[in-house]
């Protein structure tokens, strides 16, 4: 099952007495913590635009999609209460979305407490049956690492506002960090190389259905969690202002991390220096003439790379 999927097939095992009958479960891209995409669609914020000629259509838009997802249970339920996802401007401390300290302006607290109530449920039933002994059933959860990904919601310093979502490595929609299933009590996670939208037909899917029907374990015919994305925050960009180019991965430095950069069409290039601001994340500030550039990133063992462009255009 996928995305929304995964949660009914979780909550269907664990409060609809399914582990009675079902033994194997198979997830794709199932945010098991939640999205923060969610958030921002519940809280009026699914599309930027607070400023300028676009502010007002934004805005009824904004409202509008509130409005239909509110009406859509799985919305709610994905909420992420499940880790902290928020963070406010000015402070390190990363806080629930739950915390009254810190509440997301514009989200209803009947969705924040509706999906709570549905985390609680779920978390009960697993520790009720955790009581009697251990799964009845499998778990595999495929997922992947390679795609920057929406993880953390940012307020402004006063809370006021939405004013940016912080990425992490991910499928491009769902983070790692949401994506464990913690719940199993063991490491049913199998990392693939596929964006969220082509899990369900990449042959990572296939290879993982055949060895489970066949009894074999499926994390051998997976490639893993090992690529890189580079990630610009913005594009274009301003001549003569640094700018941020942002890089995700796993134990990129014992890799023999290689990162370039150079004026599209030309030959001579210039290393970038990316320095780890958190796990598996790192962040140049770079500066540049108008003009069309290249960014690359190299790994070996095994060997990956990304390459992006972008546009740096004179004011």
């Known amino acids: 099952s996928a995305m929304t999927g995964g949660l009914i097939g979780r909550h269907y095992l664990e409060c609809e007495d399914g582990r009675e009958t079902a033994r194997t479960l ?3 891209g199932t945010p098991q913590q939640g999205l923060v995409q969610a958030a921002r669609l519940l809280a009026g ?3 930027p635009g607070d400023a300028g000629p676009g502010a007002d259509v934004a805005a ?3 409202e ?8 859509l249970p799985a919305v709610v339920q994905m909420l992420p209460v499940a880790y902290p996802a928020v963070r406010v401007e000015g402070k390190s401390r990363e806080r629930q979305i739950t915390d009254s ?3 997301v302006p ?3 607290g009947d969705a924040v407490r509706e999906a709570l109530a549905f985390q609680e449920e779920f978390r009960s039933g697993c520790d009720e049956h955790r009581r009697v002994g251990s799964l009845p059933y499998t778990v595999h959860c495929l997922g992947s690492v390679d795609f920057p990904s929406p993880e953390t919601l940012v307020l402004s310093w006063d809370g006021s506002r939405i004013t940016d979502s912080l990425l992490g490595p991910g499928d491009g929609t769902v983070p790692r960090r949401s994506a464990v299933a913690d719940w199993t009590g063991a490491n049913p996670m199998l990392w693939t190389g596929f964006r969220n939208a082509d899990l369900a037909s990449g042959p990572a899917l296939r290879d993982a259905m055949l060895a489970i029907r066949a009894g074999r374990p499926p994390g051998g015919t997976l490639a893993g969690g090992e690529g890189i994305a580079l990630h ?3 594009d274009p960009v301003a001549a003569g202002r640094p700018f941020v180019i942002e890089l995700l991965g796993h134990d990129l430095p014992r890799r023999n991390l290689q990162t370039f950069m150079w ?3 030309r030959p001579d290039r210039q290393p970038v220096v990316f320095r780890q601001y958190e796990p598996d994340r790192y962040r140049a500030q770079l500066e540049a003439t108008p003009g069309r550039w290249v960014v690359e990133a190299l790994v070996d063992r095994p060997k990956g790379r990304d390459r992006k462009d972008v546009t740096v255009v004179a004011v």
């Open 26 to 28: 198979v997830t794709l």
């Open 45 to 47: 914020h699914a599309v």
């Open 60 to 62: 009824r838009l904004n």
């Open 64 to 71: 509008a999609l509130r409005d239909w997802a509110l009406t």
């Open 101 to 103: 300290r810190s509440p």
């Open 106 to 108: 514009g989200l209803p």
């Open 232 to 234: 610009f925050p913005q």
């Open 263 to 265: 004026r599209s069409g």
